[in-house]
Structures are given as C-alpha cells and as structure tokens.
C-alpha cells in the first residue's frame, strides 16, 4: 500500500452534484472522447475542450474520491482554457456516460487514468501536443502511480497530494499497481523524477502536514519539482479549514482560491 491515510471524510460525498459547464463555452471547440479499460471492457467518456486557435498543451483532469463527472474542478478548466491550455475530463465509472459499476477506490482511479492518458497519446491529431496529468488528493496519488508504470507523461501536478506521514516520505515501498514488479521508495521517485512537477497545497489542509511536505521535497533537490505551499489555504485549495461540511462552502468545493489558480496556469505556461 502506498498510504495508510484516511478519506473517510470525503470518500462518500457525490461529486457530480457540484460540477458545473464552462462559463462562455462557445469561444471554444470541444471533442467527446471515449476510452475503454480493454482489461474489464467497460467504456468511460469524457470531453476535451480546447482552444479555437493553436494550443501545444492539455491537462488531464483527475479529481480525488467520490462520484465525479466530466464537470468536476470547472473553475480550473475555464482559467486553463483562458491561458490557452486544452483540458480533458471524463465522468467515473457509472457516472454520467462512463459505464461499469461505482468504485471509491484508488486502484480504479488509477487504471482509468492509465486508459485515459493511453487513449489521448494515440490520437494522431494530439501528436504533437504535450500531455500532462493533474491529480487533486487521491487522484494525484494516481498520477504518480500511472507515473511510475512507464506510460509517458510530459508533466505533472500533485495538487493537495499527501505524499508523507510524521515528516517522513511514506514509508513502505512505492508498488505500482500498473507494474506490480516495480517497487521504488517514494523519496526515490522523487529524487529521479524525470519530467516537470507541480507540488501546490495549502497551509489549512488537515489531510497531510503541507509545510513538512515541501521541506521533504526541497532537500531532495531536484530541480524538475517546484512547490508552492500556500498560507491559509484547505484540502481545496480554498481559504478556510476543511470543516466545510458545516457551511455553504460544501457546495462550492471547486472554486478555488485565485492565487492557486494563477500559480498553476503560470508554471503550465512556462514549461
């Protein structure tokens, strides 16, 4: 196992009541883009949107647990689209159009990330584009996994990702689920990572210690990760605690703070 963390806090919420469409949506071309885990064949479907002039990047959304759909972390796809980066999402499994069964689990957050990537990267017409994976919580632990397997990746973005425990990197070995043969520390990950990284989270955050966090990854100075810790920022991103439960901000999960919004867009832009 790679963490021995609890989500028991939002593992059973249902996402898909919180997506929303992209504000002025017709200033952009969009593409449903159907994928299919060929191991269980089920088919999952998603959209890309992207811009009407050249774009050189899409991101793959990946929201961490519960029910998610095709809408999910809208206001990071309407500020991606504004600077000029395509954005991929697809609905989970029995969500939406995606077919299969409900599934709160990591291993299956991780498969259908890998079919998803796989899918986009056999597109001749997104050939020549960079295509990067960003992961809010659990699903940014799927992004390092679909990392690890070998599927290329030409950037990533953990945000909120709890990657320690006790101001250690996670101790038990990293093991692919992809490639269960693969087994490397999760500081060795990191210290040989090879492609561009994002590490952002928020000071308020009570899933993980965001500042030891950072501390673990700067002394492992590798200059393809850059980290931005946040002041007075929660698990999403968002200023305040994480009891949002017990306010109106339940319903508002994905409005993330502006500062957050930029840092991402900036650092995507200058890769």
Avoid: C
Wanted: net charge positive; aromatic share 10%; glycine share 8%.
């Amino acid at each position: 196992m790679l963490l021995f963390i609890s989500f028991n806090k939002i593992s059973s919420q249902n996402n898909s009541d919180f997506g929303k469409g992209i504000k002025d949506i017709e200033r952009y071309n969009s593409k449903e883009i159907d994928f299919i885990d060929s191991e269980e064949n089920v088919k999952l479907s998603g959209t890309l949107i992207f811009p009407k002039t050249n774009y050189s990047k899409i991101v793959v959304i990946t929201p961490g647990s519960g029910q998610n759909n095709r809408n999910s972390h809208y206001n990071i796809a309407e500020e991606l689209l504004k600077n000029g980066i395509a954005v991929y999402r697809f609905d989970d499994r029995g969500v939406g159009k995606s077919g299969g069964k409900v599934n709160f689990g990591v291993d299956q957050i991780i498969k259908d990330l890998y079919y998803a990537l796989n899918n986009l990267q056999k597109i001749d017409s997104l050939s020549n584009k960079k295509i990067g994976a960003l992961g809010h919580s659990l699903g940014g632990i799927a992004t390092i996994d679909v990392y690890q397997s070998g599927l290329k990746i030409d950037f990533l973005i953990l945000m909120a990702t709890p990657i320690e425990k006790f101001g250690k990197f996670n101790k038990p070995q990293y093991n692919s689920r992809r490639n269960p043969e693969i087994k490397v520390s999760t500081k060795m990950l990191f210290q040989n990572l090879q492609i561009p990284m994002l590490f952002i989270a928020g000071t308020n955050d009570s899933f993980f210690n965001s500042t030891e966090t950072a501390a673990l990854i700067h002394d492992l100075n590798n200059k393809n990760i850059e980290v931005k810790i946040i002041n007075g920022l929660n698990h999403f991103l968002r200023a305040g605690s994480d009891d949002w439960k017990k306010t109106k901000e339940y319903q508002n999960l994905y409005e993330i703070n502006p500062q957050a919004l930029n840092e991402i867009t900036s650092w995507i832009a200058k890769i």
